[in-house]
């Protein structure tokens, strides 16, 4: 059974709804959908709990009624028939009660998990019960039964397999499973939640969990693109990527995947195909295990970017001197990026300010420090295997003309990492697409 998820601009609107349901059934076999919250909602529900933090009731309930609203319309334009209309707008009706209920009580990070669970709550409501409407066999399975993490906060994959199988031989025979992305319970059983755009993991979790054929992810841009769309001119869909070149580029920046949810759909050995709704016949990309030799194939940028560079003559002929940087990071729960050393001296990155003042101060013990702010790691990706010659002169050669402070590779085979200025990303971007790939 393949995973198909649709991200919040898929189901964004009642149209788009209806578009999703017709290519979830076009070919009648059977299929677990996952659905995120309608685009804006997981925003405003966030705006909803700020309000309540800042104990202003009258802000929450003003901007719930407004939503009511929106959704109200929507129900208006989904269905067909009285029987849905009604059916629908009394669940929605439960539903923003339920929301205007929490401007009455204390109000915490739980209750907040639990306000922000409902976007994908209504989504998935709304879509099953227009399903149903078109007559489809249809079945709504709430994910929180059965996704769940552990006590790191890490999906605990076991479960969620065995539970999200047991459900499935529980209710044999419907066309359609929908469940809810984002949304999970903790350890403690309390609701929760995968994090910001993790829908996409709840698909690549369930896809390995059941051992899926394909994990499909569709947003609305047709694939990955060799480069940041937003910023470069002429970029293109790339076709296919080996799970780690798609972990890479989701991790350095390209906006489309969730960083983490590759590695499930890897250690399951499930294919992941990224597709746009708005364009349903092209053909995306493909992420899977084949490695395409010599292949340069994408470029992508992380802004915000901190380096610091730590020079101390103690590091020269020393040894343990990487080591007490490193654990000053860690006592901070700051995890580094890039990493490149001389024999007098190490730079590193991070993109976590929170601790930054502190892990200076710690790191003066060592040696002299300076700090670069508003810098920029470019990462090349493909099979730039070491024995691969002429990659490393390519990409350099490309940014013959920018400043570059630090140079990453060999670290993996699949990456190369330039950190340049942010001022000079959309150069530095460019210049990749025009050595790389449009030449
Ligand atoms: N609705 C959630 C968010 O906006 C999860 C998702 O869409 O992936 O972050
Ligand atoms: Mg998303």
Same mark, same amino acid.
């Given at each position: 059974?393949?995973? &198909?998820?649709? $991200?919040?601009?898929?189901?964004?609107?009642?149209?788009?709804? /209806?578009?999703?349901?017709?290519?979830?059934?076009?070919?009648?076999?059977?299929? &677990?959908?996952?659905?995120? !919250? &309608?685009?804006?909602?997981?925003?405003?529900?966030?705006?909803?709990?700020?309000?309540?933090?800042?104990?202003?009731?009258e802000?929450?309930?003003?901007?719930?009624?407004?939503?009511?609203?929106?959704?109200?319309?929507?129900?208006?334009?989904?269905?067909?028939?009285?029987?849905?209309?009604?059916?629908?707008?009394?669940?929605?009706k439960?539903? #923003?009660?339920?929301?205007?209920?929490?401007?009455?009580?204390?109000?915490?990070?739980?209750?907040?998990?639990?306000?922000?669970?409902? $976007?994908?709550?209504?989504?998935?409501?709304?879509?099953?019960?227009?399903?149903?409407?078109?007559?489809v066999?249809?079945?709504?399975?709430?994910?929180?039964?059965?996704?769940?993490?552990?006590?790191?906060?890490?999906?605990? #994959?076991?479960?969620?397999?065995? /539970?999200v199988?047991?459900?499935? *031989?529980?209710?044999?025979?419907?066309?359609?499973?929908?469940?809810?992305?984002?949304?999970?319970?903790?350890a403690? $059983?309390e609701?929760?939640n995968?994090?910001?755009?993790?829908?996409?993991?709840?698909?690549?979790?369930?896809?390995?969990?059941?051992?899926?054929?394909?994990?499909?992810?569709?947003?609305?841009?047709?694939?990955?693109?060799?480069n940041?769309?937003? +910023?470069?001119?002429?970029?293109?869909?790339?076709?296919?990527?080996?799970?780690?070149? !798609?972990?890479?580029?989701?991790?350095? $920046?390209?906006?489309?995947?969730?960083?983490?949810?590759?590695?499930?759909?890897?250690f399951?050995?499930?294919?992941?195909?990224?597709?746009?709704? &708005?364009?349903?016949?092209?053909?995306?990309?493909?992420?899977?295990?084949?490695?395409?030799?010599?292949?340069?194939? !994408?470029?992508?940028?992380?802004?915000?970017?901190?380096? =610091?560079?730590?020079?101390?003559?103690?590091?020269?002929?020393?040894?343990?001197?990487?080591?007490?940087?490193?654990?000053?990071?860690?006592?901070?729960?700051?995890?580094?990026?890039?990493?490149?050393? *001389?024999? +007098?001296?190490?730079?590193?990155?991070?993109?976590?300010?929170?601790?930054?003042?502190?892990?200076?101060?710690?790191?003066m013990?060592?040696?002299?420090?300076?700090?670069?702010?508003?810098?920029?790691i =470019?990462?090349?990706?493909?099979?730039?295997?070491?024995?691969?010659?002429? #990659?490393?002169?390519?990409?350099?050669?490309?940014?013959?003309?920018?400043?570059?402070?630090?140079?990453?590779?060999?670290?993996?085979?699949?990456?190369?990492?330039?950190?340049?200025?942010?001022?000079?990303?959309?150069?530095?971007?460019?210049?990749?697409?025009?050595?790389? #790939?449009?030449?």
């Open positions: 059974m393949i995973v &198909m998820k649709f $991200g919040g601009t898929s189901v964004g609107s009642a149209q788009r709804m /209806k578009d999703v349901c017709r290519l979830i059934t076009a070919d009648g076999k059977a299929k &677990m959908v996952v659905l995120s !919250a &309608m685009s804006g909602t997981t925003n405003t529900l966030v705006e909803i709990s700020d309000y309540l933090y800042k104990k202003n009731p802000g929450a309930n003003n901007i719930i009624n407004q939503l009511e609203q929106k959704y109200r319309n929507h129900v208006d334009e989904l269905y067909a028939t009285e029987e849905y209309k009604q059916k629908t707008l009394s669940f929605l439960e539903e #923003f009660d339920y929301l205007r209920s929490f401007t009455k009580i204390l109000f915490t990070s739980f209750e907040e998990k639990m306000i922000l669970a409902q $976007g994908e709550i209504i989504s998935t409501n709304m879509v099953t019960n227009y399903l149903k409407e078109c007559g066999k249809t079945i709504l399975f709430s994910a929180l039964d059965f996704m769940r993490t552990d006590k790191n906060a890490e999906p605990d #994959f076991n479960y969620i397999k065995e /539970k199988n047991e459900q499935l *031989s529980a209710n044999p025979g419907y066309e359609i499973y929908i469940t809810q992305g984002f949304i999970c319970r903790n403690y $059983g609701i929760d995968l994090l910001r755009g993790g829908s996409d993991y709840t698909a690549c979790l369930i896809g390995a969990a059941l051992k899926s054929e394909e994990i499909q992810i569709w947003t609305d841009i047709d694939g990955m693109h060799n940041d769309p937003r +910023v470069v001119e002429h970029t293109e869909p790339v076709r296919q990527l080996h799970f780690e070149e !798609a972990a890479e580029l989701a991790y350095f $920046g390209a906006k489309i995947l969730h960083p983490t949810c590759i590695q499930p759909a890897k399951a050995g499930v294919p992941v195909r990224l597709l746009n709704t &708005m364009d349903p016949s092209a053909p995306g990309t493909i992420i899977n295990n084949e490695i395409q030799h010599g292949k340069i194939k !994408a470029v992508a940028a992380k802004d915000n970017i901190v380096s =610091i560079q730590i020079q101390s003559s103690r590091m020269l002929l020393a040894y343990g001197f990487l080591r007490k940087v490193f654990e000053i990071f860690e006592s901070y729960k700051t995890s580094i990026d890039m990493v490149s050393t *001389s024999e +007098v001296g190490v730079s590193v990155t991070i993109d976590n300010k929170s601790y930054l003042k502190d892990i200076i101060a710690d790191l013990k060592y040696g002299t420090v300076t700090v670069n702010e508003n810098m920029c =470019i990462c090349v990706v493909g099979d730039l295997a070491w024995e691969n010659v002429g #990659f490393e002169s390519l990409t350099a050669q490309a940014l013959k003309d920018i400043p570059v402070q630090m140079i990453s590779y060999g670290g993996s085979n699949h990456n190369i990492s330039f950190l340049v200025k942010m001022e000079d990303k959309k150069r530095a971007l460019q210049a990749f697409s025009d050595t790389l #790939f449009n030449s």
